[in-house]
């Protein structure tokens, strides 16, 4: 069964202090991990999807790496509009295509940014 | 036009009522999902519509009901519905390439079952 482990839960930090969210993950055979953020009362925004191990991407003050085990989403100077949920996802390769598009979501990472 | 949009934002229902949740995105995509997300939760998967076919129900009880009319639409029709239903449904979809490809989910239905 495919998981996804989240962590930090929650991660408080003030503006400018950079820090790191993981996102661990155990699949039968990847087909892409996904990053999105959450405001409350919103769906989900896509933020990143990472094919395979070693690739980078990066959006303003984001970038995301992958491993073969785990993401992780950098946050460089954070601002107080970064506040949300980040979310991580994988989608799976499966045969025969009964799971062609499920991804599989983590718990969530809850960041606060103080100004 | 990137969104996809999803009618109505809150509805609040009573445990008779029969409702149905809208969902229409004009970006091409050939593959649909239905989520519900509790507080505090991730999403969880609900349906996936592929080429207007039902590819996946994760064993959702049968008082939730998908249609996908034409490759844009996909409605969630409720019947006798429960209050654990209670939730924040969302839309979301996606081109079915081989390789993973980003969601674009919708901002949700507040669903209230009282």
């Known amino acids: 069964e495919d998981q996804v482990t989240q962590s930090p839960e929650a991660l408080r930090l003030q503006e400018g202090e950079s820090s790191s969210l993981n996102c661990s993950y155990t699949?039968?055979?990847?087909?892409?991990l996904f990053w999105y953020r959450q405001d409350p009362g919103k769906g989900p925004e896509f933020l990143f999807t990472?094919?395979?191990a070693g690739e980078e991407k990066e959006k303003e003050r984001l970038k995301a790496t992958l491993t073969k085990k785990e993401s992780f989403l950098h946050i460089t100077a954070p601002k107080p509009e970064d506040s949300a949920t980040y979310l991580c996802a994988v989608q799976a390769v499966k045969f025969g295509g009964t799971s062609y598009g499920k991804l599989t979501f983590g718990q969530g990472t809850i960041l606060t940014v103080h100004p | 036009d990137t969104e996809v949009t999803q009618t109505p934002k809150h509805l609040v229902m009573g445990m008779t009522n029969k409702k149905s949740l809208k969902c229409e995105q004009h970006?091409?995509?050939?593959?649909m999902y239905w989520y519900k997300q509790k507080a505090k939760k991730p999403p969880e998967l609900m349906f996936v519509?592929?080429?207007?076919?039902?590819?996946i129900n994760e064993s959702v009880p049968s008082r939730f009901s998908p249609e996908c009319p034409n490759s844009s639409l996909l409605n969630l029709h409720l019947h006798a519905l429960q209050p654990e239903d209670s939730a924040l449904y969302l839309c979301a979809s996606s081109q079915p390439i081989i390789r993973g490809y980003g969601y674009t989910f919708g901002s949700g239905t507040r669903l209230t079952v009282v």
């Open positions: 970006m091409g995509h050939r593959a």
């Open positions: 990472l094919y395979s």
């Open positions: 699949v039968s055979g990847l087909r892409g």
């Open positions: 519509y592929s080429y207007e076919k039902l590819s």
